[in-house]
């Protein structure tokens, strides 16, 4: 077991941020924090880092108390945090070094490990830029940078593809996953529900502070009714029409705005071509069809009643 | 190791905190030098003229008054007798005297216009006197060969209480005072770069200190490179300005220069351990923290006669213990003992003040820091 988090409990004041929440990640995961904004992602992170005090629970890492001074557990863990944290008066190689140093005193060693890095966001051009000249992409990509160069066995990173164009974006994702090849496990947080289910191997989902649903996404997206979403384009559709489809077999639910028919039907064969066969018996003409698989959005908004995201 | 020169070129690379240590004294000491440059050697050391009244005789009293010396070897005081104590008072109010001193028998009672430095002189000698005053008459009646003895004793008191006041009008130089202020407040200006240190260092004030929080070097290690890598900086800022002082302005600091510059170093370090500890122990936003030791650096300078060279007179007078540990006060002492008085014993003992200041901000900062989970981040 790499993380255990045991009935944790993390109040600000009067609210809640984390209520006993249970986490527990084994060797070799990517691990998707999965949850809306303010759902407590960042204090998670936080209080198994030991940055923040909490009320209540128990935290281990690689099967021990986590504490401040766990300086031999804080050896073998990386962080990349929500916020940018680099110093803007030292260059991209010197932050780099800088952070690493805090981890490996061999010089030597450092210096290929920065190198590595370096090379590993693909930063080499930049290496003697100071970050305020960086775009976002590139800042986060240095950041990362920062996290990672002493090759720890625990990855955390806290929404890094924040504000990050689409191309630094599958940069970082391609390389998180080129982390985890490598033997490290990961942790990663985000509210991109597309992000966490390309790269994570088991998600939980988070909201006000609890744990609300955990396992791959396969596993996630059997837990709920809801089988595929079939939407066509239709000029006209009669109120009897709707009543017909509605009548159709697994269906859960139907709409019909803007010249677009969405049904939502739950798990169940033939769905496509049921629907299919009524539109051409009642001669309505259609175009444009298009099935949807479920999404992690739909089984945030099957246990919790609201979007993912607003 | 290498964290030590990363923090030397943060310094220079950012230099607001080298900026105002240096160019802050600098431009101010020129003002300085311009506004006294003109009246500066005018005022000479002239004698406090003090009125006695004896309703009673005391002859020994008006002649130890008399012996007592700077420590130039010129007479301190200069005496009026009067007859009557009217005539004593007129005087007094027309500036003739700046006291009158009443002796009736045993009685000694001194009378004065206004609060000054000058009667603040008069006030000690009294006090001294009456202190001594029976040893000195036992004294003289059984062994009279040693009544010159005691009484070197007390011209020594004397002087050596002076070194605690300003002397106006004293010193070689009136106004050596402002520029000892000044120098004291560009050490203290460290403490606005302490505090940058301190908010770096913490995961709830900066996110780069949420990164070394993380990381499995010690925070305490991680705070003293900091630390002795902007000391050296600052110990090499305070070097060029007290150069400015002394070859620019033309300050006078005593034959020792050394042990001047050594104060400024000890002063440093008390100022950057004060920002350190501000930044850890206040309460309150980051601008807080910068801000509290902005009033620091001024209050502290302030208090130790930047502005207003009484000050510390009427401190010593009102609330001495301000004056024994105010920063800025102990290094303007210690600048005097050395360079007015030549006094080591004054200056050691300013300096080691200045350095347990420094030490105990210095290990409550650390205390604070080590081990310690935030309460938000
Ligand atoms: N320092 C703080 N003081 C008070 N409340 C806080 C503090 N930090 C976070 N919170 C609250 O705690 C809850 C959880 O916040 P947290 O930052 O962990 O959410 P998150 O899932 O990381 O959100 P995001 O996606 O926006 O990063 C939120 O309701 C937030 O408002
Ligand atoms: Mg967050």
Redesign the pocket.
């Known amino acids: 077991m790499v993380v255990k988090i045991e009935n944790l409990v993390?109040r600000?004041?009067d609210?809640v941020?984390?209520d006993h929440f249970n986490l527990a990640i084994e060797e070799g995961e990517v691990f998707g924090?999965l949850?809306?904004?303010?759902?407590?992602?960042?204090?998670?992170?936080?209080c198994l880092l030991s940055l923040l005090e909490f009320d209540k629970g128990k935290i281990e890492v690689f099967g021990q108390e986590m504490k401040p001074d766990s300086y031999e557990l804080k050896k073998d863990i990386g962080v990349i945090m929500?916020n940018v944290a680099v110093f803007d008066e030292l260059t991209v190689y010197e932050n780099i070094d800088y952070f690493c140093g805090l981890y490996v005193k061999d010089k030597t060693e450092r210096k290929k490990l920065v190198e590595e890095a370096i090379n590993f966001v693909e930063l080499s051009e930049f290496r003697k830029f100071y970050p305020k000249k960086l775009s976002g992409g590139l800042l986060r990509r240095l950041n990362i940078a920062c996290g990672i160069a002493h090759k720890p066995k625990l990855i955390i990173l806290?929404?890094p593809t924040?504000a990050v164009d689409p191309q630094s974006r599958n940069k970082i994702l391609e390389g998180i996953q080129n982390l985890n090849a490598n033997g490290a496990t990961i942790i990663y947080?985000?509210?991109y529900m597309e992000e966490v289910e390309q790269i994570c191997t088991r998600i939980a989902i988070?909201d006000?502070?609890k744990n609300i649903a955990i396992g791959t996404k396969d596993e996630l997206k059997a837990m709920i009714d809801l089988g595929e979403t079939i939407s066509l384009e239709v000029l006209e559709l009669s109120e009897e029409s709707m009543t017909a489809i509605q009548g159709l077999p697994h269906v859960i639910k139907m709409t019909y705005e803007n010249h677009l028919l969405k049904v939502k039907f739950s798990k169940g064969k033939h769905n496509l071509l049921r629907l299919l066969d009524l539109m051409k018996e009642r001669e309505i003409g259609f175009g444009g069809v298009h099935a949807e698989m479920p999404t992690l959005n739909d089984v945030f908004l099957e246990i919790t009643g609201k979007e993912l995201r607003d | 190791m290498q964290h030590f020169w990363y923090q030397i070129k943060m310094m220079f690379r950012n230099p607001t905190g080298i900026f105002w240590a240096v160019v802050f004294p600098v431009i101010l000491g020129g003002l300085f030098y311009f506004m006294f440059g003109n009246i500066g050697n005018a005022e000479q050391f002239s004698e406090i003229p003090v009125g006695i009244v004896e309703i009673q005789e005391d002859n020994m009293f008006v002649e130890i008054l008399m012996q007592v010396e700077t420590g130039d070897g010129i007479s301190m005081f200069q005496t009026k007798t009067y007859k009557e104590k009217t005539e004593a008072e007129k005087a007094l109010e027309a500036d003739e005297v700046q006291g009158v001193i009443l002796l009736d028998g045993g009685e000694i009672e001194l009378v004065i216009k206004e609060s000054s430095i000058r009667t603040s002189i008069i006030q000690t000698f009294v006090d001294q006197y009456l202190q001594n005053k029976k040893l000195i008459e036992e004294t003289a009646m059984t062994h009279p060969e040693r009544v010159m003895g005691l009484v070197e004793n007390l011209n020594g008191e004397v002087q050596i209480q002076m070194t605690d006041i300003p002397l106006k009008g004293q010193d070689k130089d009136p106004y050596a005072q402002y520029f000892y202020a000044l120098l004291a407040m560009a050490c203290l200006i460290a403490s606005s770069v302490g505090v940058q240190n301190g908010l770096a260092i913490q995961a709830?004030l900066s996110p780069v200190g949420a990164r070394r929080n993380v990381a499995p070097t010690k925070k305490m290690k991680q705070v003293l490179v900091d630390f002795a890598a902007t000391l050296c900086i600052y110990c090499v800022l305070m070097t060029g300005v007290l150069a400015v002082l002394v070859f620019v302005y033309k300050q006078e600091f005593g034959s020792n220069v050394g042990l001047i510059l050594l104060a400024t170093w000890v002063g440093s370090f008390v100022g950057l351990a004060g920002g350190t500890m501000f930044s850890v122990v206040l309460k309150g936003s980051k601008s807080t923290k910068e801000g509290m030791s902005v009033v620091f650096f001024m209050v502290s300078s302030f208090l130790g006669g930047l502005q207003w060279g009484d000050i510390t007179y009427i401190l010593e007078k009102n609330c001495p213990i301000v004056n024994r540990i105010n920063p800025a006060t102990l290094m303007v002492n210690a600048f005097k003992s050395l360079s007015v008085f030549g006094d080591y014993r004054k200056y050691a003992v300013n300096l080691i003040t200045l350095l347990l200041i420094g030490a105990i901000f210095l290990v409550i900062s650390i205390v604070k820091l080590r081990r310690c989970r935030y309460?938000?981040?």
């Open positions: 993390k600000y004041g609210l941020a984390l924090l949850g809306p904004n303010g759902s407590g992602k960042s204090t998670t992170i936080n929500q806290d929404e924040v947080t985000s509210h988070m006000k502070g | 709830n309460a938000s981040v």
